[in-house]
């Protein structure tokens, strides 16, 4: 078992890393949020998978349990899906003490929080991510929030969980494409601020394949690390946390212009990434080997290097929507070396039409 902390100047919390942890979860629920009542929301998958397990957790403690079973997909992270969220609590007459659990990747997280966080002004949160990239991402830091037409996660709250229970045992049932897009987010981390995890990352990367117990909570543990002290130095995103969107204004626009789940959100960050370090060589704040370098790891995990992708117009439309944007600014994070970033926000629209040529199939 590992226990990575996150403290803020407001609240407290703990990420559990432990197999078996789901089944603690009832006892855990019961000490941070003690009421008669609670919900369950859950991705369809994973409810056929782990549901029973986590719903006799909770009755062991003596919930009553209000299940809902989201649509699966990110096409299902929208203002409907939060609607119906609302339904489902005020039916089941959840008070400001009662917890909301969320089960399964990183739609489910997002969409459970935001509704956590809008309902009744705020009820506990319980993360129990089940995909890599929810594990090390999503779950940890407090954004939730939904998609719109004009973009991703451009309605949400920062809303922090009480807990994150992180339970290794559920990625043996991962997809591999799942799995994979979970390492696009690993390999950000270690390329924003760890260049002994990118080294570690590339040699262990057999055994991480391999479902290996050692190797999989010390990747789980260093990611959830790195995420957890961005998190605390900058938990609104003012500064540092920035750092956090290596590639994800490419990515989000891909996203966006390809159709939600069509590129998974791991496989377009690993071409966001790649977008990045370009624009980073032509504007000479990093060595082209950096970019050799990521292109090398992303191939070995089988994550995309290039994709069949929209017309740059497109594109460049879809990244000016994103919310980094300020003052009409578009806010980059860029690689500097493995391991450092910075921020730009002067790119122009022909340096950003080459960043995406390099990633076009």
Known sequence: MATVTINLPHHRYDVIIEPGALDRLGALARDLAPHDRCALFVDPGVMNLYGEQVRHALHDSAYKIATHVLTGGEAAK??????????????????????????GGGVTGDATGFIAATYLRGVPFIQCPTTLLAMVDASVGGKTGVNVPQGKNLVGAFHQPVVVIVDPLTLQTLPPRELRCGLAECVKHAVIRDADLFEWTADNL???????????????????????????????????????????????AIEATCGYGEILHGEAVSLGMLAATSLSVTRGLCDANVRTQ?????????????????DEATLLAAMRHDKKVADSRLRLVLPTAVGQVTIIDDADDAQLTAAWQTVRA
């Open 206 to 252: 057999p055994a991480i394949q391999a479902m290996q117990p050692d190797a999989l909570v010390e990747l789980l543990t260093r990611n959830i690390q790195i995420k957890a002290d961005v998190v605390m130095k900058d938990e609104k995103e003012s500064s540092v946390r920035a750092h956090l969107n290596l590639g994800h204004t490419f990515a989000h």
């Open 294 to 310: 990521l292109d090398s790891l992303l191939t070995r995990i089988g994550l995309p290097t290039t994709a069949a992708l929209p």
């Open 78 to 103: 929208n203002l409907d899906t939060i609607r119906e969220g609302y339904d489902v609590l005020l039916d089941a007459r959840l008070e400001r003490r009662s917890p909301v659990i969320a089960l």
